[in-house]
């Protein structure tokens, strides 16, 4: 089993950073990826980004893509995500999710463990 325990995120004003950490943990030897997703109210859950395990590869949905980045701390076995210029748009509760799947990286369903979920609210 894999534990993955989420930190960060809150309120900040349109235009403004925040930064999300995702601590894994138990037999992380099985991950392949780990991704970011969000959901908005009455919204499906959207993929935000990934990177895999190595830290080799990394993954963008087009809306993120210029002000988000996904970066790997391997020693800590954190994954992080930088969000900037954040925007209205941006206000969901973000998770972190870990797939012990190669292969695509973007639909929830090949996901395998999820943290408990931040919301990050953007304002006005």
């Known amino acids: 089993q894999v534990q993955l325990v989420q930190s960060g995120g809150g309120l900040v004003q349109a235009g403004g950073s925040l930064r999300l950490s995702c601590a894994a943990s138990g037999r992380t030897s099985r991950i392949y990826a780990v991704g970011w997703f969000r959901q908005a109210p009455g919204k499906e859950r959207e993929f935000v980004a990934a990177i895999t395990w190595s830290g080799h590869m990394t993954y963008y949905a087009d809306s993120v893509k210029g002000r988000f980045a996904i970066s790997r701390d391997n020693a800590e076995n954190t994954t992080s995500l930088q969000m900037n210029s954040l925007k209205l748009e941006d206000t969901a509760v973000y998770y972190c999710?870990?797939?012990?799947?190669?292969?695509?990286?973007?639909?929830?369903?090949?996901?395998?463990?999820w943290g408990q979920g931040t919301q990050v609210t953007v304002s006005s």
């Open positions: 999710a870990a797939t012990k799947v190669a292969g695509t990286v973007v639909a929830p369903r090949e996901y395998d463990y």
